[in-house]
Every structure is written in structure tokens, then in C-alpha cells.
């Protein structure tokens, strides 16, 4: 009975120290973001695309995607704004562990399974802008498809550093219906070349 009473405390400490854990780094994210309109951009996006795709007439479909080009210029040069500031932050506050699961202390006692969500960010900022200003020439279709890839990737990050890749992972394919490994693989070449060394470490 001692036993299981020692476990128990264990379990209710660490699962303490891992949930201010999280509430710290929501809380840090949540700063740096707040003077953005990042989330707002990323929704009006992701709807315009949605209603973009959804029509038939070819003309009219041209031009939703070009009324979005804007949106699309304003969350890149938002977005490369943000990470910018972030990079600014100390690098024993943006450690990520690698690990599926939040444990507490992971990115100390674990330094090699961690990377540096400050040079994620800085990826995610070059591929928005890459893709916002079309430099691989994409057609309007695939340059939506490729952008939305972006933005949700980016936002994966989000959530992985705030809990953990397994949540992030969860949440994106609740709320979007999309893999993270189909995320991974719908991002730019560039982005996804980048992005993947940087968790090879």
C-alpha cells in the first residue's frame, strides 16, 4: 500500500511539472504571437481555399485565389516577423523534445533528442514566403494546395512545442483530416528538405 501510495505522488508530481512545463511555453508562443493577426490570415486562407475549390466555374474560382494573394503576402511577411522576434529568445527556452510523448524535463535530460523550434520557425517563415510569392512558379491550384501545406505544417510546430508531437500530431488529423506525414510531404522541397534535417539533427 506504501508502494502504490509513492507511485501515485511520483505520477501526480511529475504530471504537475510537465503541465507548467506546457503552460509556460503556450504562454511564451502566446506573446511573441499576440501582436499578430497570423491565426485570423491562416483561417481566412484555409476558408477561401475550401470555397475556391468548391466551385465549378473555372473564372470564378481564378478569382478567389486571386483575391487571397494578398492574405497569402500579409501571413508570410507576418509570419518571417514573428519568427525574427522569436530567434531573439534564448535557446534554453525553445529546446523541443523529439520524444512522441511530454515528459518532464525531456529537453534536459535528453539534449540530442531535441531540436531548436526557433530554427523551425525560421523554415517555416522561408516556405511561406517562398510560396506566397509563387517562386517555383506553381499554378493558382497547386500554389493553394502547397501554401495550405505550409500553414498547417507551421502550425504543427506550434503545437509540438506547446505539448508534444504526438498532441500536434493528434490535432492536425482531428481538425484537418490530414496525416503529419502528409503534411510533411505536401510542403515545398525546400521546406521539407530543411525541416527534416533539422530534426535529423
Known amino acids: 500500500m506504501d508502494g502504490l501510495i509513492l507511485v501515485l505522488l511520483v505520477a501526480g508530481g ?53 483575391m487571397l494573394n494578398s492574405a497569402e503576402q500579409s501571413v508570410a511577411m507576418q509570419f518571417g516577423s514573428f519568427a525574427t522576434e522569436f530567434a531573439r529568445l534564448d535557446e534554453a527556452q525553445t529546446r523541443v523534445s523529439k520524444l512522441s510523448v511530454a515528459l518532464p524535463w525531456a529537453d534536459r535530460l535528453f539534449p540530442k533528442a531535441t531540436f531548436d523550434v526557433r530554427k523551425a520557425f525560421s523554415i517555416h517563415a522561408r516556405g511561406l514566403a517562398q510560396v506566397a510569392s509563387n517562386e517555383l512558379g506553381h499554378s493558382p491550384r497547386d500554389k493553394a494546395f502547397t501554401m495550405s501545406a505550409e500553414l ?19 490535432r492536425t488529423l482531428r481538425r484537418h483530416q490530414t496525416p503529419y506525414a502528409q503534411l510533411v510531404a505536401s510542403v515545398s522541397p525546400a521546406t521539407r528538405r530543411d525541416y527534416e534535417a533539422l530534426l535529423r539533427g
Open 14 to 66: 511529475l504530471w504537475i511539472v510537465r503541465s507548467n512545463e506546457q503552460r509556460r511555453r503556450i504562454a511564451l508562443l502566446g506573446r511573441c504571437l499576440g501582436q499578430y493577426q497570423i491565426e485570423a490570415l491562416m483561417e481566412n486562407l484555409t476558408q477561401g481555399y475550401l470555397r475556391a475549390l468548391g466551385e465549378d466555374d473555372p473564372e470564378r474560382r481564378q478569382q478567389i485565389l486571386n
Open 152 to 170: 498547417l505544417l507551421m502550425q504543427h510546430t506550434c503545437h509540438w512545442f506547446c505539448r508534444s508531437l504526438a498532441t500536434a500530431s493528434a
